[in-house]
């Protein structure tokens, strides 16, 4: 599985982005794609995730309700919809994919930044 993220940019607190993932690949439906994040000096962590094949979602709490993961698997494409957006928020955002029980992701996008000015 190959991914592309872009759709990161600056925005002000109280502000929307779409994050947007192009997928190319084969037998998607064994995925998990998830969107994690890396805030500067933080460790990476989990933003969102859906079962391609389903389009099960699930979420990290300090996000549930301000986020949005969807899919359109005719077009291979993942979104994240970022509301409410706040300083916290300021990461590198990386796309990426798992197979359906793995504990890792193994393969990954590069980041598209995004910059929430306060």
């Known amino acids: 599985v190959q991914l592309q993220a872009s759709g990161g940019g600056l925005v002000q607190a109280g502000g929307s982005l779409r994050l947007s993932c192009a997928v190319s690949?084969?037998?998607?439906?064994?995925?998990?794609m998830g969107w994690l994040r890396q805030a500067p000096g933080k460790q990476r962590e989990f933003v969102a995730s859906?079962?391609?094949?389903?389009?099960?979602?699930a979420y990290a709490d300090s996000v549930k309700g301000r986020f949005t993961v969807s899919r359109d698997r005719f077009k291979k494409t993942m979104d994240l919809r970022v509301n409410n957006l706040k300083p916290e928020d300021t990461a590198l955002y990386y796309c990426?994919?798992?197979?359906?029980?793995?504990?890792?992701?193994?393969?990954w996008g590069q980041g598209t930044l995004v910059t929430v000015s306060s």
């Open positions: 990426a994919a798992k197979v359906r029980g793995a504990s890792e992701y193994t393969s």
């Open positions: 690949g084969h037998t998607l439906a064994r995925y998990v």
């Open positions: 859906l079962t391609w094949s389903e389009g099960i979602t």
